[in-house]
């Protein structure tokens, strides 16, 4: 008897074995897209991975990190050093800023020393704006290779005018800045510790405004501003003004973009813990959720929880690159022809990471893996 079991089970066993194999192929295929190769860049460089470029909306990748700084292979790009335009991606970097024009569709940077340790970037009306969190601000006109500086009485007159404690007040009796923005009318908004402060004279003066948190991220579009807040988005239809929320899921808000006809915005719930997309096509009065594809399963929260899995998927960043709607998130690139309510996942350039972080002007776009969580 025993012989005649050890017969069947010699028999059936590499039967079992192959249907547990092609079982978890049909899984792996089905889960897992066809990778499409990224294209190479012919420079040698020891810098690769750090940030690469598309023209044909996520379908295919360019490597550009070639000729940036070798810091940048550890550390990656942060997201308030970089920005894009219609004359090409700026980081700022090192001890320079870097461009890489918006026809080079390889490496090709350029690099321009610059006069300060501002390590923050942004685009004004007429040029570019530099400052670091001292408050020290420089801005570059358009057309020049002159830095010089700019609100140079906003620490002194932000002090006066709101001595809230914090660390930054507490240690060294300035206001910690974390972002800077120049409406279409010329009013400077600083977000500022606990705080949004607002001039309308070029930073002659200041005004404190109650909304916010300092930790700002604000966008313009026909003349409406949306900011991030700790209390989910606000929006203002009077240059800054005044601001009123109107999106929130009980959390902060991550992040808001402009796209065609109104805005995108990405808020955290704390209750789920998740991250969910908003889109609004009225200039920010009303909104719809969308994108629920995208957020974590409750499936997806317990095997994080339990230590099954790292990171459950979470939207990180949203983009408009010409017809297409693309979420970065930690778990890959997702892309929408319908303002969210599909989405199809593209195929990733091939490298270990926790997300992506994207940005884009135009019809391109540039994505920047994440060093860290």
């Not at 000729?67 to 308030?80: D, F, I, K, M, V």
């Not at 930073?203 to 003349?223: A, F, I, P, Y």
């Not at 899921?249 to 908003?278: C, K, M, Y």
Request: charged share 20%; hydrophobic share 35%.
């Amino acid at each position: 008897m025993k012989i005649k079991k050890m017969k069947k089970l010699f028999v059936f066993a590499p039967a079992i074995l192959l249907v547990v194999f092609l079982l978890n192929s049909f899984v792996l295929t089905e889960r897992e897209p066809k990778k499409k190769p990224v294209k190479k860049e012919v420079k040698s460089s020891v810098v690769s991975n750090v940030i690469f470029r598309s023209d044909d909306g996520g379908q295919t990748w360019t490597d550009i990190s070639a000729g940036l700084p070798e810091g940048t292979q550890r550390t990656g790009l942060p997201a308030n050093g970089l920005l894009a335009n219609e004359g090409g991606l700026y980081i700022r970097t090192g001890n320079g800023i870097y461009h890489n024009g918006s026809n080079a569709a390889t490496s090709n940077w350029t690099k321009e020393n610059f006069p300060g340790n501002q390590r923050n970037i942004t685009l004004g009306n007429n040029g570019i704006l530099a400052y670091d969190l001292w408050g020290k601000f420089l801005k570059k006109a358009n057309g020049t290779n002159n830095w010089s500086p700019m609100y140079t009485d906003f620490q002194k007159q932000a002090v006066r005018i709101d001595s809230t404690m914090d660390w930054m007040y507490k240690n060294y009796k300035m206001k910690e800045v974390r972002t800077a923005f120049e409406t279409a009318k010329g009013t400077v908004l600083i977000g500022s510790s606990n705080s949004l402060f607002r001039s309308a004279n070029a930073g002659k003066t200041w005004q404190q405004l109650h909304v916010g948190n300092g930790r700002m991220q604000l966008v313009e579009s026909d003349g409406v501003l949306l900011t991030t807040s700790k209390d989910g988005i606000f929006r203002s239809a009077d240059d800054g003004q005044n601001w009123e929320r109107v999106v929130t899921e009980g959390g902060l808000g991550v992040a808001v973009e402009r796209i065609d006809g109104g805005f995108a915005a990405i808020l955290n719930n704390p209750i789920n813990e998740t991250n969910s997309l908003h889109i609004s096509m009225d200039n920010g009065k009303t909104w719809s959720n969308t994108g629920k594809d995208l957020q974590a399963s409750w499936v997806d929260l317990m095997m994080t929880k339990m230590g099954i899995i790292k990171y459950a998927p979470a939207i990180i960043s949203v983009k408009q690159t010409g017809k297409y709607l693309v979420c970065g998130c930690t778990n890959g690139i997702f892309r929408s022809t319908d303002m969210g309510k599909t989405w199809e996942k593209l195929s990733l350039p091939a490298v270990e990471n926790m997300g992506f972080n994207l940005t884009a002007s135009g019809d391109v776009i540039y994505v920047m893996p994440n060093k860290g969580c």
